[in-house]
Every structure is written in structure tokens, then in C-alpha cells.
């Protein structure tokens, strides 16, 4: 192992995910004889952010990673400076290795498993019980998994009518816009998630004009009624009566 010659190349193997952007830099290594000590920069622009270190050594090809190392390798490394890994060449390579060495680093950038904690589904209740044709009714909710879609469905007298849509459940909201000629009854919407269901409330879809009593006119015809009366004048006097016309004069 004395006769070992080493390389430490400068390029780096690295693997970007989306919203990460790391850098290593400063890289020097030191061979004692058993063992390469590493030291490493290793830039982020989020100072909280971990990544997965790994060496590979062309005594092999870069076929495996290495093993016997110990320091800043491995999985949960920090960003930092002056990083410090130390390999263990004497276990790592076969005792009869007579040559060159060169060694490869692969960054992964580690994200975060977020695990969505799960609430059943509740409708929220409609803001009216009774909505008229061609107008918007609100539907909300809470609870289930936001990764999932919601299916709207639509029952009427308690039998499913229709699907109305499927909107993703990190909007917890929908509005439906009542078409005009959707038919007068009792309705109520369903919402799911492929796992829990939740009706709102029952409610009625009525005409958007009410209906109109039309009252039609009625002509009433007065006449005047005369009476005549005799006797001494106690009743209401005579009218005075235009002379009949005769025939004309010759």
C-alpha cells in the first residue's frame, strides 16, 4: 500500500434537483501512508439544507461507492467549509493494489419527506337553503388528503344526477353555476375524495323569476238609472229630458 499513487480529480459528478443549487470547492486530500484525508467546501444558498455525499474510486471503475470512509459523506451532510473525510484505503482496497487512484464525488441534494397528515372530509354548510336558476352556489370544505382531487356530484330526491366536476382539494372551494334550465326540486351536492364522502346539506332550486299573477283589467259600464216619480214631490225631481227628435221637416 506504500506504492499507492493517488489523484484526487477536480470535476465534480453532481446531481441538481429542482430548487437546489449546491457547489463544492476547495478540495484537497492528504495520503499518510493508510489513509486519504479529504477536505471539502461545500456550498448552498440555504445553510439548513442536507445532501448525500458520496465517493467512488476508479480502482473499480466507479462501480460502487466507497465504503470505509468517516467524516462529511454519507447521507445528512451539512453545507459548510473545511468538510473532512477521511478513507480508509488499507480496508477498502485489495492488499496487492499497485497503481493510480482517482476518486469521483456525487452530490444529491436530500428533500425533505413532507407526510400529510390526513383529516376526514366536511362540507361546510351552503350559505342559503333555496337557490334560484342561473345563479352561483358556493360549496366549501375541510379536511382530506390535499394531494387528492374532489369529485362533485350532484343528487336530486336523494338519487345521483350527475358529476358536476373534480377540482384539487387544496382549494377546499367550488363554485357551481346553476344552469338555467336546471329542474325545480330538492338537491343536494356530494363531495369525495376517494376515501371519505361528505353531502352538504339538502337544498331547493326554484325558477329565477317567480311567477307572475297577471290580474287582467275589468271594464266596469255605469248606467244611469232614472226613475220617475210621482206624488207630492218627496222623491228626487224629474230630470229634465231633451225633446225627442222628430222626423224632418218636409
Do not use: C
Not at 43 to 52: A, H, I, L, V
Request: hydrophobic share 35%; proline share 8%.
Amino acid at each position: 500500500m506504500q506504492k499507492l499513487k493517488w489523484l484526487l480529480i477536480a470535476g465534480l459528478f453532481l446531481i441538481i434537483l429542482p430548487g437546489y443549487s449546491q457547489k463544492i470547492d476547495n478540495i484537497t486530500a492528504e495520503f499518510d501512508g493508510e489513509r486519504i484525508i479529504i477536505t471539502y467546501d461545500l456550498e448552498t444558498g440555504k445553510p439548513n439544507d442536507k445532501f448525500n455525499v458520496v465517493l467512488k474510486s476508479s480502482h473499480d471503475n466507479y462501480a460502487k461507492p466507497l465504503k470505509f470512509l468517516m467524516g462529511d459523506a454519507g447521507s445528512n451532510v451539512l453545507p459548510g467549509t473545511k468538510n473532512r473525510i477521511i478513507w480508509d484505503v488499507k480496508n477498502e482496497l485489495p492488499s496487492d493494489f499497485n497503481g493510480n487512484v482517482t476518486i469521483k464525488f456525487e452530490v444529491e441534494a436530500i428533500i425533505p419527506l413532507v407526510i400529510e397528515e390526513k383529516s376526514s372530509l366536511s362540507a361546510k354548510p351552503l350559505m342559503k337553503n333555496s337557490y334560484k336558476r342561473g345563479t352561483e352556489l358556493k360549496v366549501d370544505w375541510t379536511g382530506g388528503m390535499r394531494s387528492n382531487n374532489i369529485k362533485v356530484d350532484l343528487f336530486k330526491d336523494n338519487n345521483f344526477s350527475e358529476t358536476i366536476t373534480t377540482v384539487p382539494n387544496d382549494k377546499r372551494t367550488f363554485t357551481w353555476n346553476i344552469p338555467k334550465k336546471q329542474k325545480k326540486g330538492s338537491y343536494f351536492l356530494r363531495l369525495s375524495d376517494g376515501s371519505d364522502i361528505s353531502p352538504t346539506q339538502i337544498f331547493t332550486i326554484k325558477p329565477k323569476t317567480p311567477f307572475i299573477v297577471k290580474v287582467l283589467p275589468v271594464l266596469a259600464v255605469g248606467a244611469g238609472v232614472y226613475f220617475l216619480v210621482s206624488g207630492d214631490g218627496g222623491g228626487k225631481p224629474e230630470p229634465d229630458l231633451p225633446e225627442p227628435i222628430g222626423p224632418p221637416s218636409n
